[in-house]
């Protein structure tokens, strides 16, 4: 093989000559790269084909640890909550915060729309007066024209619940677009969206090329793109917690209930005021959020690009969680857009989404937009509990210890001296190094 880093028919390749290709090309031929990916490969190669058919040119398994927090009381419905996360102290946290509302009422939640939407851009150069009479016309024979694609889902009670025509000619020429809303059921639905919205392209074509009202001129329709849009403010659902201030009871530091409540509010309202501690604290929200989503097996990447959309609607980016004190009683919630599936997609073909999916009760998408959305308030709850009480790094530097050590090569009983060690002082590598490198005194 000569020393060239480009290569063409890379996908070809079968795993261990892709592995050799990387390791002469990138680790001078060091073969502790391939034996290292190897010990990732899973071994049954029927569950690893499974794997290497969600991607291409796969040459290994990336592991991420798969935990569970329990307790958390939704609607009445208690569940234990699979994340998959790798992030120290997440899951902790939202197991924390499941624990502390389940003897508060738990979480409630109200899914509040659960359509999709769908656009077809494309350029027209006749009359908009025009294009706009005919529009009704058009949207029965787009309707009509894909009744066999969307046979299976009106059966289970979705399909096309509304098409639009919008005129973008002012910011660019000859620039239409339909956007339609569409009901997607128990699937994220994105498959079936596009496919809808690429035929509408092929029947926009035919309709504007055999319509007489129509001149030659301008028969010519050109389609731009036809796809879904991540942006769904209308499949939305609220999460929330609530219960008399009293009953929050006492803080770390000996923190009160009416103290604490002041002191969170302001949090959460300083989320509302500035982008930049919005950002932090909408993170915190996706730190839930996301780790349920991947661990269902739906797209993290849409949940995110439409959360953080939905949170700058009003002109600047803010905090999605909102909270109020009224009659004396705390009130705090989650709005959250959120397309989900539980059929289709990974959902049940990967094999740890399917364990989710079990674990979880095989949920509706509806039922799951309510667990991940209580999942997301939970952990904006336990990071806010802290920030106002005790601070973050304590709980974090705790679980960070584990990693560091894991990290330094300490064996379990430096990790038990340790952990005792730094009950009381502040992690930190150097520290830790310190602590481990200390010269041990023999009795
Ligand atoms: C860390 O992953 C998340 C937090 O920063 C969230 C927050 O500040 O609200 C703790």
Same mark, same amino acid.
């Given at each position: 093989m000569n020393n060239n880093k480009t290569i063409?028919?890379f996908?070809?390749l079968?795993? #261990?000559e892709k592995l050799d290709w990387i390791e002469q090309q990138f680790f001078d031929g060091d073969s502790t790269l391939s034996?290292t990916l190897?010990?990732?490969?899973? &071994?049954?190669?029927?569950?690893?084909?499974?794997?290497?058919?969600?991607?291409?040119n796969?040459i290994s398994?990336?592991?991420?640890?798969?935990?569970?927090?329990?307790?958390?009381?939704?609607?009445?419905?208690?569940?234990?909550?699979?994340?998959?996360?790798?992030?120290? #102290?997440?899951?902790?946290?939202?197991?924390?915060?499941?624990?502390?509302?389940?003897? $508060?009422?738990?979480?409630?939640?109200?899914?509040?729309?659960?359509?999709?939407?769908?656009?077809?851009?494309?350029?027209?150069? @006749?009359? =908009?007066?025009?294009?706009?009479?005919?529009? %009704?016309?058009?949207?029965?024979?787009?309707?009509?024209?894909?009744?066999?694609?969307?046979?299976?889902? $009106?059966? +289970? /009670?979705? /399909?096309?619940?509304?098409?639009?025509?919008? *005129?973008?000619?002012?910011?660019?020429?000859?620039?239409?677009?339909?956007?339609?809303?569409?009901?997607? &059921?128990?699937?994220? @639905?994105?498959?079936?969206?596009?496919?809808?919205?690429? $035929?509408? /392209?092929?029947?926009?074509?035919?309709?504007? !090329?055999?319509?007489?009202?129509?001149?030659?001129?301008?028969?010519?329709?050109?389609?731009?793109?036809?796809?879904?849009?991540?942006?769904?403010?209308?499949?939305?659902?609220?999460?929330?917690?609530?219960?008399?201030?009293?009953?929050?009871?006492?803080?770390?530091?000996?923190?009160?209930?009416?103290?604490?409540?002041?002191?969170?509010?302001?949090?959460?309202?300083?989320?509302?005021?500035? %982008?930049? +501690?919005?950002?932090?604290?909408?993170?915190?929200?996706?730190? /839930?959020? *996301? =780790?349920?989503?991947?661990?269902?097996?739906?797209?993290?990447?849409?949940?995110?690009?439409?959360?953080?959309?939905?949170?700058?609607?009003?002109?600047?980016?803010?905090?999605?969680?909102? &909270?109020?004190?009224? *009659?004396?009683?705390?009130?705090?919630?989650?709005?959250? %857009?959120?397309?989900?599936?539980?059929?289709?997609?990974?959902?049940?073909?990967?094999?740890?989404?399917?364990?989710?999916?079990?674990?979880?009760?095989? %949920?509706?998408?509806?039922?799951?937009?309510?667990?991940?959305?209580?999942? @997301?308030?939970?952990?904006?709850?336990?990071?806010?509990?802290?920030?106002?009480?005790?601070?973050?790094?304590?709980?974090?530097?705790?679980?960070?210890?584990?990693?560091?050590?894991?990290?330094?090569?300490?064996?379990?009983?430096?990790? !038990?001296?340790?952990?005792?060690?730094?009950?009381?002082?502040?992690?930190?590598?150097?520290?830790? +190094?310190?602590?481990?490198? $200390?010269?041990?005194?023999?009795?």
């Amino acid at each position: 093989m000569n020393n060239n880093k480009t290569i063409s028919g890379f996908s070809k390749l079968t795993k #261990s000559e892709k592995l050799d290709w990387i390791e002469q090309q990138f680790f001078d031929g060091d073969s502790t790269l391939s034996e290292t990916l190897k010990q990732y490969w899973h &071994c049954d190669n029927v569950m690893q084909d499974i794997l290497d058919g969600f991607s291409e040119n796969t040459i290994s398994n990336f592991p991420m640890p798969f935990g569970v927090a329990p307790n958390f009381m939704i609607n009445g419905k208690l569940y234990l909550v699979p994340m998959v996360i790798e992030e120290s #102290s997440v899951v902790a946290a939202a197991a924390a915060a499941a624990k502390f509302w389940l003897s $508060r009422g738990g979480f409630k939640t109200e899914v509040i729309g659960t359509k999709k939407i769908g656009q077809l851009h494309f350029k027209f150069t @006749g009359e =908009s007066s025009l294009l706009q009479k005919l529009f %009704p016309q058009i949207e029965i024979y787009l309707s009509e024209g894909v009744k066999e694609l969307t046979k299976n889902m $009106r059966n +289970r /009670g979705g /399909g096309i619940e509304s098409l639009q025509l919008i *005129d973008f000619t002012d910011e660019e020429e000859n620039y239409y677009q339909i956007r339609g809303e569409f009901e997607t &059921c128990d699937s994220m @639905g994105a498959n079936f969206i596009n496919s809808i919205l690429e $035929r509408f /392209g092929e029947l926009l074509k035919t309709f504007v !090329l055999n319509h007489n009202e129509i001149v030659a001129d301008h028969k010519d329709v050109q389609i731009i793109m036809a796809i879904l849009s991540n942006y769904t403010p209308d499949c939305m659902v609220r999460a929330s917690v609530s219960c008399k201030v009293e009953e929050l009871g006492t803080f770390a530091g000996g923190i009160g209930a009416k103290e604490f409540v002041d002191k969170f509010t302001t949090a959460v309202k300083i989320a509302h005021i500035d %982008p930049y +501690r919005a950002t932090t604290h909408n993170k915190g929200i996706f730190n /839930g959020i *996301d =780790s349920v989503v991947l661990a269902t097996g739906n797209d993290f990447r849409a949940i995110e690009s439409c959360g953080h959309a939905y949170a700058s609607k009003d002109g600047k980016y803010k905090s999605l969680s909102s &909270c109020e004190i009224k *009659d004396g009683e705390f009130r705090f919630w989650l709005d959250l %857009p959120l397309a989900v599936g539980t059929v289709g997609g990974l959902t049940k073909l990967h094999p740890m989404a399917k364990i989710s999916h079990q674990m979880l009760g095989n %949920p509706s998408a509806e039922e799951l937009m309510c667990i991940i959305t209580s999942v @997301g308030l939970a952990q904006n709850f336990a990071a806010l509990r802290s920030l106002v009480t005790t601070g973050i790094q304590q709980g974090h530097m705790k679980m960070h210890l584990q990693n560091i050590l894991i990290h330094m090569g300490a064996g379990p009983k430096q990790i !038990l001296e340790a952990n005792k060690y730094f009950e009381d002082k502040t992690v930190s590598f150097s520290a830790v +190094r310190s602590f481990l490198e $200390r010269p041990v005194v023999s009795s």
